[in-house]
Antibody
């Protein structure tokens, strides 16, 4: 049974960048899609973008198009999400989620989340 | 503002049946499958319903999903205290030039 293991909490300054990783433990990403979904404190879920590692195909939400980069390293079964030009509004828990790529927002495995705090 | 519209709250007593609605458009719910996620306090979301109405193994048949046109619903029958959680609908939005995933704003279910 695959588990998604995420990197640890981060504290960043406004204007800087953060890179969060998501490793598939006990399995691979294979032909699945891996999305990043964030949740600001007390708020709902927000889809940021995804990658289909076997093809290298990416889709990004319009809101994050200019600031987010999602990459995959198949040799280590790890997906990375880098978000730049951080502001306090980027303070949130960032989840990676794996699912059947052809179904878009099918996520049957979720990481535990990584808290990113943006503060001066 | 979320692309998919859900009521912010819902409630029911144990044993009751409650429904949560999710409204979208022709480019998302009207064209793609709907998924439902349950998020318990302090936990990551969990897949509850996929492909509009199918349940992953392990999800009780008290949970059911349906879709008609550009709207979808999640029904929970025989409500239990452990069902108290936030529920989110999601769908793919095929709008060009940038297809993307979209979530509803979430519905907080309270079991009275």
């Amino acid at each position: 049974q695959v588990q998604l293991v995420q990197s640890g909490a981060e504290v960043k300054k406004p204007g800087s960048s953060v890179k969060v990783s998501c490793k598939a433990s006990g399995g691979t990403f294979s032909t699945y899609g891996v999305s990043w979904v964030r949740q600001a404190p007390g708020q709902g879920l927000e889809w940021m973008g995804r990658i289909i590692p076997v093809f290298g195909t990416t889709h990004y939400a319009q809101k994050f198009q200019d600031r987010v980069t999602i990459t995959a390293d198949e040799s280590t079964s790890t997906v990375h999400m880098e978000l730049s030009s951080l502001t306090s509004e980027d303070t949130a828990v960032y989840y990676c989620a794996r699912g059947i790529a052809s179904m878009g927002v099918h996520f049957d495995h979720w990481g535990p989340g990584t808290l990113v705090t943006v503060s001066s | 503002q979320s692309v998919l519209t859900q009521p912010p709250s819902a409630s029911g007593t144990p044993g009751q049946r409650v429904t949560i609605s999710c409204s979208g458009s022709s480019s998302d719910i009207g064209s793609y499958y709907v998924f439902w996620y349950q998020q318990l306090p302090g936990a990551a979301p969990k897949l509850l319903i996929y492909r509009d109405s199918e349940r992953p193994s392990g999800v009780p048949d008290r949970f059911s999903g349906s879709k008609s046109g550009t709207s979808a619903s999640l029904a929970i029958s025989g409500l239990r205290s452990e069902d108290e959680a936030d529920y989110y609908c999601a769908a793919w939005d095929g709008s060009l030039p940038r297809p993307s995933g979209v979530f509803g704003g979430g519905t907080k279910l309270t079991v009275l």
